[in-house]
């Protein structure tokens, strides 16, 4: 069991925010997670969590146990085909979420190359990068006929039939034959969705490694399809993430202005807000009703986005909207799609809070419903925002834990890391590489994804720390990301605090923290990049797998975290997970655990508590490093003037000194 600290009501409450809250009297009526974990009262279903309840057609559902032939499926499944099944579906569940999070950014990408959105086309050289991508011709052309013709190009790939997908190019050649000798390079994004759910429906593909080729082929068309093309078109839309000082947890809420938290995915509409935050006539409103302004706070991974792009406060992450709400001094949440719970809805029934869902695919019972268009972002964002300050006035009893807020600094894309490492005038990957191979970095670990109502959340810290102390450089995005901004990692003192004496030398020069936010969920291709550009520099291999580098998402909640996690694998890297549903079928778990590595060169590995993880992630780095032959133990190596020289072209962070708080 993971380590957890003790609560009165349930035993897996933890965050001091949270426990601070809680404790209030006018948190005690509202009934959480927490509460409903512990009233189902029940242990999870067997057949469920190990992947072997099969209900994809009516003669069931059938509960399989692995051999014994009288507990088949009726068709004849086997614990092996149904486990397979399951998990590709989820994968597919989960590269449909970002796929068409990424399809909606790519149309107001579209709109916005047109002039028909509040917003422009802000990073030209990403534009112009991405353009020659996809062979755009950009000599003597405007920047928003290259932007509407990248994004045509870029919707193409969507309902492509035939081919590949172009960003495919970008990764290391060897993974590119690897994908190409296998089968499993993607044809078209939606293609590879409908293809999975079809060979998963009944009586189609009985095969499980013939499966799991299909959702490897669809997990690819989500890292490096739809979910690179929406970082990057999210980017040159709305600015490449530079660092920048901001602020984390309950404690962002303002007693003195109109608090509008923005939760789910898709950029477009919070960066509106952002805007419309600013609107004079917005102001004025506000001012009547007798707040300061409009306080906007993010929550999730829109959170992410507008915390990375603009300093705009987090109050919560997945683990804490319910409790955003219970402060009471919420006068809006503005959702859009994914990870929103039902129950935000029913913890502000007695409250003055709006629960405002934006979009046509994600209604809820009890909110209430402003569409959000596109082509009227603007407005669309002020009527929003003059229905939270309508309801500033009806506030009653709240409560905002105001000295639980933290320091962060956040905004490392893959470019920062290559320009903060290589210097302005040499931006490169060569000193990470470096310090990789003298040891002053063992590796690079990625945690990522969700948090869970059933751990403590001091499952990502405890992971983060042992990473850390062990020289590890450790990459951050989602939900955890969060999670250890709240426990302070995310500051460039932390290196100073935690982490060992190589990566604290390298932290320290720099003046970078030991633990680096990436970004959003969808942000995860930033890493591919990332490991990719560390496999072109030289020095660790011909391919993704040969990197010190491994991913684990431990308390993964969403089908997008499978997601993520296969196409880590499929592209080369070893990811370590807490459980997957894979444990009813012996064969399929094998090939998962082990066999998969002798197609990709990686595997998924499973690990239960914080120090196995934490154990399980160093040991493959470990292992890639005795493979290249850079494992020799290193004494404390002091910085040689090179060293010394080609980190100190790189400054401090860019921007880090700047202090943007946001709207705070
Ligand atoms: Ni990722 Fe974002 Fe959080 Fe998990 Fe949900 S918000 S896209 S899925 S819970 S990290």
């Given at each position: ?21 809680l ?20 242990s ?6 190990g ?10 559902p059938c ?73 755009i ?19 193409a ?40 759910m ?20 669809c ?14 078109l999210?980017?040159?839309m709305?600015g490449?993430?530079?660092?920048i000082?901001?602020i984390?947890?309950?404690?962002v ?33 506000a001012?009547?009703?007798g ?44 959702v ?8 935000v ?7 003055h ?22 082509h ?5 964002a ?12 009806k ?5 905002i ?14 470019e ?26 063992r ?5 990522v ?9 001091d ?6 720390k ?7 450089l ?39 923290p ?20 560390m496999?072109k520099?030289?020095g ?17 909640m ?7 996690g296969?196409?880590?694998?499929t ?61 020799k ?21 860019p921007?880090?000194?700047c202090?943007?708080g946001?709207?705070?």
């Amino acid at each position: 069991m993971t380590s957890q600290k003790g609560c009165e009501s349930c035993n897996t409450i933890t965050g001091e925010s949270t426990i601070d809250l809680l404790n209030q009297d006018l948190a005690k009526q509202v009934r959480t997670a927490y509460d409903r974990l512990e009233d189902r009262g029940m242990s999870a279903c067997l057949f469920g969590s190990g992947g072997t309840c099969c209900r994809i057609c009516n003669m069931g559902p059938c509960q399989i146990i692995d051999g014994v032939e009288s507990m088949i499926g009726v068709c004849g499944a086997t614990a092996d085909t149904v486990a397979a099944r399951n998990f590709a579906r989820i994968v597919a569940a989960g590269t449909a979420a970002h796929t068409d999070h990424a399809r909606e950014m790519v149309r107001g990408f579209i709109a916005t190359a047109k002039g028909e959105t509040p917003h422009e086309i802000k990073d030209v050289d990403k534009l112009n990068k991405m353009a020659e991508l996809f062979d755009i011709e950009i000599e003597g052309r405007d920047k928003n006929e290259i932007a509407l013709e990248l994004g045509e190009r870029a919707l193409a790939e969507f309902g492509q039939q035939e081919g590949t997908l172009t960003m495919l190019k970008r990764a290391p050649e060897k993974q590119q034959e690897i994908w190409k000798r296998e089968g499993v390079e993607p044809r078209g994004i939606d293609r590879e969705v409908v293809e999975t759910m079809h060979r998963t429906h009944m009586g189609v593909d009985q095969e499980y490694h013939n499966i799991m080729k299909q959702a490897a082929r669809c997990s690819l068309a989500d890292g490096w399809g739809a979910s690179m093309l929406s970082t990057e078109l999210t980017d040159i839309m709305f600015g490449t993430p530079v660092p920048i000082r901001a602020i984390v947890d309950l404690g962002v809420l303002r007693e003195d202005m109109v608090n509008v938290t923005v939760h789910g995915h898709e950029p477009l509409l919070a960066e509106s807000l952002c805007l419309a935050a600013d609107d004079e006539e917005i102001l004025a409103l506000a001012k009547k009703v007798g707040a300061k302004g409009i306080n906007l706070a993010g929550v999730c991974c829109t959170g992410n986005e507008i915390l990375m792009r603009r300093g705009i406060p987090v109050a919560g992450s997945f683990i804490q909207q319910e409790m955003v709400l219970a402060t009471g001094a919420v006068e809006a949440m503005v959702v859009d799609v994914q990870c929103v719970m039902q129950s935000v809805a029913q913890v502000v029934k007695n409250k003055h809070t709006d629960i405002i869902t934006t979009n046509y695919r994600a209604k809820m019972p009890d909110a209430i419903h402003i569409q959000f268009e596109e082509h009227d972002a603007y407005n669309c964002a002020k009527e929003i925002l003059k229905k939270a300050i309508g309801n500033f006035k009806k506030r009653g009893e709240y409560y905002i834990p105001e000295n639980k807020k933290l320091d962060v600094v956040v905004g490392f894309s893959h470019e920062t890391i290559n320009y903060m490492l290589g210097g302005r005038f040499r931006q490169s990957y060569r000193p990470l590489n470096d310090n990789i191979i003298n040891g002053r970095i063992r590796g690079v670990g990625a945690l990522v994804g969700c948090e869970h109502y059933k751990y403590s959340d001091d499952v990502h810290f405890e992971i983060a720390k042992k990473l850390i102390e062990n020289n590890v450089l450790v990459l951050v995005t989602g939900c955890a990301a969060q999670a250890l901004g709240r426990r302070g990692l995310l500051r460039p003192e932390a290196a100073t605090e935690y982490a060992g004496e190589g990566l604290k030398s390298v932290c320290e020069t720099v003046g970078m923290p030991p633990v680096l936010h990436v970004g959003s969920c969808v942000d995860n291709s930033r890493l591919l990049i990332a490991l990719t550009e560390m496999v072109k520099e030289g020095g660790l291999g011909d391919d993704i797998s040969e990197l010190p580098a491994v991913g684990s998402a431990p308390l993964w909640m969403s089908e997008k975290a499978v997601a993520i996690g296969q196409y880590f694998v499929t592209s080369g890297a070893h990811v370590v997970f807490q459980n997957l549903p894979t444990t009813g079928a012996k064969a399929f778990n094998e090939f998962i655990l082990k066999g998969m590595k002798d197609v990709y060169g990686a595997s998924w590995g499973v690990a239960e508590t914080a120090e196995e993880i934490a154990d399980a992630m160093i040991a493959a780095i470990d292992e890639k490093r005795d493979a290249l032959g850079i494992n020799k133990k290193q004494e404390r190596v002091l910085m040689d003037m090179q060293m010394r020289r080609d980190l100190e072209a790189g400054q401090a962070l860019p921007g880090a000194g700047c202090g943007h708080g946001g709207n705070q």
